[in-house]
T-cell receptor
Framework: DAGITQSPRHKVTETGTPVTLRCHQT?????MYWYRQDPGHGLRLIHY???????DKGEVSDGYSVSRSKTEDFLLTLESATSSQTSVYFC??????????????FGPGTRLTVT | DQQVKQNSPSLSVQEGRISILNCDYT??????FLWYKKYPAEGPTFLIS?????DKNEDGRFTVFLNKSAKHLSLHIVPSQPGDSAVYFC????????????FGKGTKLTVNP
């Protein structure tokens, strides 16, 4: 267990409302990632962070923003949720200096439904 | 364009037999490959990996084979157990790159008792 939690675990929200998902790690990993998983698409990277205040876009970043003000927390924000953002969101971490940093460890996921 | 492809969405095998999951990639810059296993309602868990300097890596019942010339890797599970029933994702990375992984779409393995 890599010591990674996500909150909330489930959320139902209405179209147009802002939503923030939180990823928290206790292992001091350098890198943090947000993915979404959808049927027929596998895991797609939304945004990732390579340090405090250092973030970059993934392949499906439109409509999402992130922030990382502390090593242990990585927030994903949907500024104005749309039905196409209904998905399961996974946070991942890597970069302990022991294992290769491309070995990512995943949180339990957040199931988001936008109605 | 998909850089990592898992062309079989599903696979069904009998308990005790071998399960072979396949993965193809198109980007010749990939030099590190990983397999993840995912149960329903849980996050993916790291299973096994292989560097491009090797052609085989083994961990218990799990073996990954890499054929660089064919840009193909496979995961062998021997013997298969009902608890191995899950979705398996292949992923690829470029060492010394941006620490990002590119995932395939996954193969759902069902091991029948």
């Amino acid at each position: 267990d890599a010591g990674i939690t996500q909150s909330p675990r489930h959320k139902v929200t209405e179209t147009g409302t802002p939503v923030t998902l939180r990823c928290h790690q206790t292992e001091n990993h350098r890198y943090m990632y947000w993915y979404r998983q959808d049927p027929g698409h596998g895991l797609r990277l939304i945004h990732y962070s390579y340090g405090v205040k250092d973030t970059d876009k993934g392949e499906v970043s439109d409509g999402y923003s992130v922030s990382r003000s502390k090593t242990e927390d990585f927030l994903l924000t949907l500024e104005s949720a749309t039905s196409s953002q209904t998905s399961v969101y996974f946070c991942a971490i890597s970069g302990t200096g022991i294992h290769p940093s491309y070995e990512q460890y995943f949180g339990p996921g957040t199931r988001l439904t936008v109605t | 364009d998909q850089q990592v492809k898992q062309n079989s969405p599903s696979l069904s095998v009998q308990e005790g037999r071998i399960s072979i999951l396949n993965c193809d990639y198109t980007n010749s810059m990939f030099d590190y490959f990983l397999w993840y296993k995912k149960y329903p309602a849980e996050g993916p868990t790291f299973l096994i990996s292989i560097s491009s300097i090797k052609d085989k890596n083994e961990d218990g019942r799990f073996t990954v084979f890499l054929n660089k010339s064919a840009k193909h890797l496979s995961l062998h599970i021997v013997p298969s157990q009902p608890g191995d029933s899950a979705v398996y994702f292949c992923a690829a990375a470029t060492q010394g790159g941006s620490e990002k992984l590119v995932f395939g779409k996954g193969t759902k393995l069902t091991v029948n008792p």
